[in-house]
């Protein structure tokens, strides 16, 4: 797993001896609560020190606290949020703090597990051990995995600390579900995981790109928008630019400004202190519309409406050294190429847009511009990574939802790599290209469709790890749980046989999985798992096959398939199923030629859902599965 980037930090260096004790206890601290005369969080950032780096803050003899930087800039603005962690480790445990001078913030190479080493656990609250450390920087090759198996052995559940360890969370198959679950919140909230599933309709318009309707000024338009893939592509590949690109480039600030319209028109004033509202216009222009705001603020027009065309724009933005932030209307008109009052009021706004530096907060569209330009992108300074989770990934045809992302998908040819590809997009012919630090999970039930019925070239991408039925899983996580050793026991020796059955009678794919039954805490809690879950999945195996389904739950049968014991549906001792023999004659009230005399089954009333029968019952009945002399 991938280490992240530790600085061992003196606390000396951060705040006077009667505040260090104070600020090390803080569950989260910010630029204002560190005294400004304390130049270290400057210091750090010029040494390299970036978010989601980790702070090990100790007092010369004992580490008292770990934290993750969350914001950290050259201005001296340090943020951070303490990680919990187990009893203090002495620096004497672990050789690269012993070695740091306290004068001076040093950079090292520590996993979590080296700063806890040798450390008892305390006996009080904190001693289960949080998700701990994140960096942002795994150094290893882009992931593409498929976890595959039958239902219920727990590959949506993996998926969440597998998604973690790829964006750099240490430990995170350790850690306790609860705190896995609110950093996988946390992650999807930001950005950094996009799950989706895939269905037999899913197809690469959804996935990487297509036709979109959109209405405008009453009339349907088509435009070509991003699909899941290719946003959260974008966005990663946003972390492979620096941030020196021109802020006046004009094509960026339009796109930028159009969009922002696009999606909210914007009132502003003329020079005059006229109202007018900017509205995103067809074919790319800007809409100024002459109005008045009434006094709950809403635009009513009243005017007419002037265009500012991309292309007079453009070479008016070309003079910005002319006319400077401020121009005036007399200004603008010589070098106008259309409506001067209109021309001044979008100058203005792409004045304020270059200004505000949107470029940082909007990936998307750095991104997209540099594809556009062919601007190379460099990963080598720690990006933040993503992960895409794709759900069944099997369900939907995948070497149709894939496209040419088969190919860019190989992380050789990922960006920046030596075997960089980019290819041209078919519906937007954009150049388009997929970034190292984005990761690709998927699930796969088996009990769907085989691995092998895959398409070959899309197999070659992705690191295939098999997710079976564990009975030692299962045996853990109901001990956790506190169930009765009996029980335990139980549980264990029907779900082994049960599915040792399934592969005698079928295959080691259309087994039953261990997650199944983490929830069984009674006999009655197992006699619901059967009734909900198990048995309406065997009759899916089995197509309707009952005789099947008989011999999977060890229920006794002939060689023409008839039950060797029909037994009464009231004193069907030990027997999940139920079966009738159907009389020709008293059926059909005649004799046929073509049909003869028919056993139906059922499944006994007590296993249907919502179903109930006594302890003593159910017991025998699971003894029985489980492979227990019949009485």
């Excluded at 306790?176 to 946390?186: I, K």
């Excluded at 199923?577 to 499944?603: C, I, P, S």
């Amino acid at each position: 797993m991938n280490t992240p980037r530790f600085w061992s930090v003196p606390l000396k260096d951060i705040a006077p001896a009667e505040q260090q004790a104070q600020i090390a206890a803080k569950d989260e601290v910010g630029a204002n609560d560190l005294p400004p005369s304390f130049n270290v969080p400057s210091r750090l950032y010029q040494e390299g020190i970036r978010t989601g780096h980790v702070l090990a803050l100790h007092d010369g003899v004992t580490v008292t606290a770990l934290a993750r930087v969350l914001a950290l800039d050259s201005a001296g603005s340090l943020h951070w949020r303490r990680l919990p962690m187990l009893e203090a480790p002495e620096l004497s445990a672990t050789p690269e703090l012993r070695e740091v001078t306290a004068t001076e913030a040093q950079q090292f190479k520590l996993g979590i597990d080296a700063v806890l080493r040798d450390v008892p656990a305390s006996s009080g609250p904190t001693a289960a051990p949080a998700v701990p450390a994140k960096s942002d920087t795994p150094t290893g090759p882009a992931s593409n995995i498929i976890l595959y198996g039958p239902p219920g052995t727990g590959k949506t559940h993996s998926v969440r600390r597998r998604a973690l360890e790829l964006i750099g969370d240490l430990n995170a198959s350790k850690a306790p579900l609860s705190d896995v679950n609110a950093e996988w919140d946390r992650l999807r909230r930001e950005g950094q995981i996009v799950f989706c599933t895939f269905h037999q309709a899913f197809a690469y318009e959804e996935f990487v790109e297509g036709l979109r309707a959109r209405a405008e000024e009453g009339e349907v338009h088509y435009e070509v928008a991003p699909g899941i893939f290719k946003r959260l592509a974008l966005t990663a590949a946003a972390e492979g630019l620096s941030g020196d690109e021109d802020e006046g480039d004009f094509e960026y600030l339009w796109e930028t400004l159009v969009d922002g319209l696009r999606a909210e028109p914007r009132i502003v004033e003329s020079s005059k202190k006229k109202k007018y509202q900017l509205e995103a216009a067809r074919r790319g222009g800007v809409l100024v519309r002459g109005g008045i705001v009434d006094d709950e603020e809403v635009f009513e027009p009243n005017g007419k409406s002037l265009i500012a065309n991309q292309n007079s724009m453009r070479a008016l933005w070309e003079k910005r050294a002319q006319l400077g932030e401020s121009p005036k209307t007399t200004d603008i008109g010589p070098l106008a190429k259309g409506h001067v009052t209109a021309m001044w009021m979008v100058y203005r706004e792409l004045i304020k847009l270059q200004k505000s530096n949107t470029r940082s907060a909007d990936p998307v569209a750095r991104a997209h511009r540099a594809f556009a330009s062919g601007r190379s992108f460099n990963f080598a300074a720690g990006p933040r990574h993503f992960v895409l989770i794709i759900d069944e990934i099997n369900r939907a045809n995948i070497a149709r939802v894939f496209g040419e992302l088969i190919t860019l998908l190989e992380p050789d040819k990922r960006l920046g790599n030596s075997n960089e590809l980019r290819v041209q997009l078919p519906s937007s012919k954009e150049c388009f290209g997929v970034p190292p630090n984005l990761h690709v999970v998927g699930t796969m039930n088996t009990a769907d469709r085989s691995i092998a019925l895959m398409d070959v070239a899309l197999r070659r991408q992705f690191t295939f790890e098999e997710m079976m039925p564990d009975a030692e899983a299962l045996d853990d996580a109901l001990a956790e749980a506190n169930v009765d050793a009996a029980l335990r026991t139980l549980v264990r020796n029907v779900f082994t046989k049960l599915n040792e059955r399934l592969r005698y009678l079928y295959d080691r794919e259309h087994q039953i999985g261990h997650a199944y039954f983490f929830g069984v805490r009674s006999l009655d809690g197992l006699r619901a798992v059967f009734a909900d879950r198990i048995l309406p999945l065997l009759q899916e195996y089995f197509y309707g096959q009952w005789d099947k389904v008989a011999l999977a739950l060890g229920y006794p049968i002939k060689a023409d398939g008839t039950p060797k014991e029909v037994r009464s549906t009231e004193h069907a001792s030990g027997t999940f199923l139920t079966t009738q023999k159907l009389d020709e004659k008293t059926v059909l009230g005649f004799d046929h030629d073509e049909y003869v005399d028919q056993v139906a089954w059922d499944v006994h009333p007590a296993f249907r859902p919502r179903g109930k029968e006594k302890d003593g019952w159910l017991k025998q009945a699971f003894d029985e599965l489980a492979g227990a002399k019949r009485t």
